[in-house]
């Protein structure tokens, strides 16, 4: 391709709203546009390289034997209905009436909608397992958009569904896409872990996150330092490594002990919609809201204001408590009596707070024991990018997706779930790939794999010897972008760095000589080349 004839409008400047590198480089580099807040335009490079990401994904999905098909972005309110998850999914999920005030939702997720496809057909054992997928934009409602395409309201992604009799081929699936997410991610050329994961609003028990690792990752990966144990903050285990003590309770009637103290108890609460929760913990500690949730097996969880509850800790009465194990190693700690009250009580936990038992409830902190019993926990910033779930029979028993078994009996289908967000890939691959001066693809999904500039196409042998390298170089299947523009070379430099196709070959004041400069992007090593031997260079290190 002739950039002269390509849309590629590169700028000087940063954006004035481009918080993080790879919506700077990505505007800058003429890849993204923006519309709307969180609302882009691919444009022709930016597309290309969308495009490779599908094509991997679509090779490893394959692979699995997973169907691709495509299922429409506009989805009837009566679906989600069925599920609940009308009421509950949040204002994210984007709603429109029709001209006849039927409610619709654009398409945040479609576990809904495949299963309402797939519960007439998948109706026999005989016909399970099966994995469908596909690639397609997703809208969410996002309240703060930021970081260019990284947390936008509209995004591709590649969502996929399996459908199983039972457990043991739902694992196999799980595992198999595991392995197929691990494969797309190594051939995007990603630094990324796999991290054990909430499931959220989409239901399930069992499910991990894949993380890319980048200082403006929004989310913070717990990880080993002897080990491959890695977990969302939020779903990271914290080892129980205290005992219960034995000491006499006493009242304190001064009420001003030093609240730093790290005997101090502190009480949180919660409300799940029905139920009050109050949560001891140390004082040091932060109470993990992700764990509570799931403890209580509550939709939702929300704080609750302790001036809005009348709490005694020796007579809680109708409010659920909580305690996380960490308190098992407070020895008369410290703990506020009745709201509103200066008096404190000096307490033993487990005998005087009426504590039947102690769970994991708090946010593992750096320095903790790996849960795996191997080395000790680090914190990573990472950008999701991928995630895979068993949602066992969430929405097969909801929306009544039943199968006959080998006894004729009927039973809810088991389903599995797994996501990939493409438009973030895209992102998360340039958060990695860059230096101060532009972009520095991968070879697998760069736009273009060579970027060849006749530095002064005016000059008939630089122009000449640059098409035919070009020439040569398409011949041998490799894609490659010239440079034939009537402009100044430090413009064009400029411009190469910032696109960072892997290769640069540029053709100047030696042209005649047949000597040309190849520069590797990802290194900045440059070297003089006879241009007979260019294409064999070229494609030793593309390979």
Sequence with gaps: MKQSQLFIPTMKENPADADCASHRYLYRAGFIRQNAAGIYSYLPLGHKVLQKIQAIIREEMNRTGAQELLMPAIQPAELWHETGRWDVYGPELMRLKDRHGRDFALGATHEELITSLTRDFLNSYKKLPMTLYQIQAKYRDERRPRFGLLRGREFLMKDAYSFHSDEVTLDQSYETMFQAYKNIFNRCGLDFRAVIADSGAMGGKDTHEFMALADVGEDTIAFSSGSEYAANIEMASVMDTVSPTNEPVQVLDTGDYDRSDEKEIHVSFFTTGSTYVAVYSRGQDEVNDVKVKNLLEADVLDDVDASELTFDVLNPGDVEVLADQGLKAVVNGFIAGTNGEVQHY??????????????????????????????????????????????????????????????????????????????????????????????????????????????????????????????????????????????????????????????????????????????????????????????????????
């Design 346 to 543: 000096n307490v033993n936990p487990e005998r005087d707070l009426g504590i039947e038992s102690f769970s994991d409830v708090r946010m593992i902190q750096e320095g903790d024991p790996s849960p795996d019993g191997h080395g000790t926990i680090q914190f990573a910033q990472g950008i999701e990018i991928g995630q895979v779930f068993k949602l066992g029979t969430k929405y097969s028993e909801a929306m009544g997706a039943e199968f006959l078994d080998e006894n004729g009996k009927s039973k809810p289908l088991k389903m599995g779930c797994y996501g990939i967000g493409v438009s973030r890939t895209l992102s998360a691959v340039a958060e990695q790939y860059h230096d101060d001066d532009g972009l520095k693809w991968p070879v697998s999904i760069a736009p273009f794999h060579v970027h060849v500039i006749a530095v002064n196409p005016k000059k008939m042998e630089q122009m000449e010897l640059a098409e035919s390298i070009y020439k040569d170089l398409d011949k041998q299947g490799h894609e490659v972008l010239l440079d034939d523009r009537k402009e100044r070379a430090g413009v064009k430099f400029a411009d190469a760095d910032l696109i960072g196709c892997p290769v640069r070959v540029t053709v100047g004041k030696r042209a005649a000589e047949g000597i040309v400069e190849v520069k590797i992007r990802a290194t900045g090593e440059s070297f003089e080349s006879q241009a007979s031997e260019v294409i064999h260079t070229i494609a030793q290190y593309l390979n």
